[in-house]
Every structure is written in C-alpha cells, then in structure tokens.
C-alpha cells in the first residue's frame, strides 16, 4: 500500500513539474530572445537556451527610440484610474444587488453576465462612433469603455463575498443607532475587503491588457497603451522579435509584481467567496 502511493506522488508530482515547466517556458523564451540579435533569432542559434552573443541592444531600443517607457505610463494612468472606477461602482452596485430584495435579480445578474460575454467587436464600432461624434478619441476617455470587459466581472465577484457577510451584523449595528452610512463602511467594506481587493488586482490586469478598445479608438501614438506599441514592433516586411521580447519583458514587471507581492490577498479574496456558510 504504501509503495502503491509513493509511487501515485511521484506520478502526481511529475505531472505537476511539466505542468508548471509547460506554464513557464514561454516566459523564459522570451526573456532568453530578448538578449538574442536578429542574426540568432533567425539563424542557426535559434533554439539556443544560452545566446551566443548576448546583447542589450533590443532594451535600448525599445527604451529610447520606441518609447515603451511612455506606453508604460499611458497603461498604468489608463489600468489605475479604471480600477478606481470600477471597484467604485461595482461595490455599491454588487451591495445593492446583494442586499436588496426586488423582482428580477436573478435576470438582473443574468443580463450583467451576458453583458460580459459580447464580443469585442460588436462594442467597438458603436463605441467608436460615439467618441469621433463627442471628440474623445485619441483621449484618456478610453478608460469610459473599458467597463464593458471589467465591470460585470467585478459585480459577480463582489456580489459572491457580500452574499457571505451575516446580515445579523448590519442589523446589529443598526440597533445600536449606526446610520446606512456608517454601517456600510465600518461593518461591510472592511468585511468584504479580501474581494475588493481581489477585483481591483483583476481589473486592473484586465485594464492593463486591453488591445482592441484601444488600437481603434487611440491613433495617436502618444495615448498607445502597452499591448499596442508592442504590435507596432515591426516593419513593413518582418515582426522585430528581439524588440517584441525586450517589450514584453519589460511591460511583464508591473503586473509580475503585484502577483508576487499580493498572491495571499489574491487568493483569500477568491476563495472566501467561494463557500456556502
């Protein structure tokens, strides 16, 4: 018995390895095809772990003639800012939907969900169409459709952890004279703090990683957020790879920290509203 089930965690434990080494490769080719020249990429070094010629030159590049560092700041002005929004309303809009009795939740929640699962590309024309009429195109109004991808995830997340909160405390704190007011933000948020910020980590990243909204109605180089000046990587007959993977690993950072630093948070967030208590 005890041979049986070494022999099931050997097992387990290898196909979790290739697992986590299939999950992680192509980060690791792309941080080892960024230090490559075009010459390696495309030549008989390709498939070299240990570049030949190891070369800083596509990061100066990106950094000084690409200006990556200015789509960096365009996506984190655009990710912050909508992740404010967002969790702004979809708190109050989940607390309401939560809390509240009234005919027609359920279809509610349903046409929140269906919201979320239009295509893009059904959005971006009428979306387009509004912002050339209004003049906000090429604009950090960007971060006004944005909402459409972020915050029906938010309010199904949020309404998740409210649902978990006992009402017998709001009822307590109302009859020890706590105004609406005050029970919302010194009994509920605090309560519901773990999903907050789990939503804001995830619309942030969402926000962060958003092409589509973005290449169409922002032409103008200035307001390129980072996955759009790296399709611009490229000239009229070849992709710069070199660049693309010196971008990438560059744009991976912010976001590779927050996981790191908020991977506890991230994780209690997403499973305290998981359970039926």
Avoid: C
Wanted: glycine share 6%; charged share 10%.
């Amino acid at each position: 018995m005890d041979t049986t089930s070494k022999k099931m965690k050997w097992i387990v434990g290898f196909l979790i390895a290739i697992y986590l080494f299939a999950m992680f490769f192509p980060f690791l080719w792309i941080l080892i095809t960024s230090f490559k020249t075009s010459g390696e990429i495309y030549g008989d070094g390709a498939f070299r772990f240990i570049p030949d010629n190891p070369t800083l030159q596509n990061f100066i590049t990106v950094i000084v003639d690409k200006g990556i560092l200015g789509a960096i700041k365009t996506s984190l002005i655009v990710s912050f800012t909508t992740t404010i929004y967002i969790v702004l309303v979809a708190t109050f809009a989940a607390y309401a939907i939560s809390r509240f009795d009234f005919k027609g939740k359920n279809v509610l929640l349903g046409i929140i969900l269906a919201v979320s699962m239009f295509p893009q590309m059904i959005v971006v024309g009428p979306v387009y169409n509004l912002f050339q009429d209004l003049g906000w195109t090429n604009s950090y109004a960007i971060i006004l459709p944005y909402s459409t991808i972020t915050l029906p995830m938010a309010v199904w997340i949020l309404v998740t952890h409210f649902n978990q909160i006992p009402l017998a405390l709001e009822e307590s704190a109302k009859m020890d004279g706590a105004t609406p007011v005050q029970t919302l933000f010194k009994i509920v948020f605090p309560l519901a703090a773990p999903g907050v910020f789990t939503t804001a980590i995830i619309v942030f990243i969402a926000a962060w990683n958003e092409f589509l909204l973005t290449i169409t109605i922002n032409s103008n180089k200035s307001y390129h957020t980072v996955p759009v000046a790296i399709s611009f990587l490229r000239t009229q007959f070849e992709i710069l790879w070199g660049e693309v993977a010196a971008a990438t690993t560059i744009v991976t950072i912010p976001t590779l920290l927050i996981v790191l630093f908020f991977q506890k948070q991230i994780v209690s967030g997403l499973t305290s509203g998981g359970v039926k208590e």
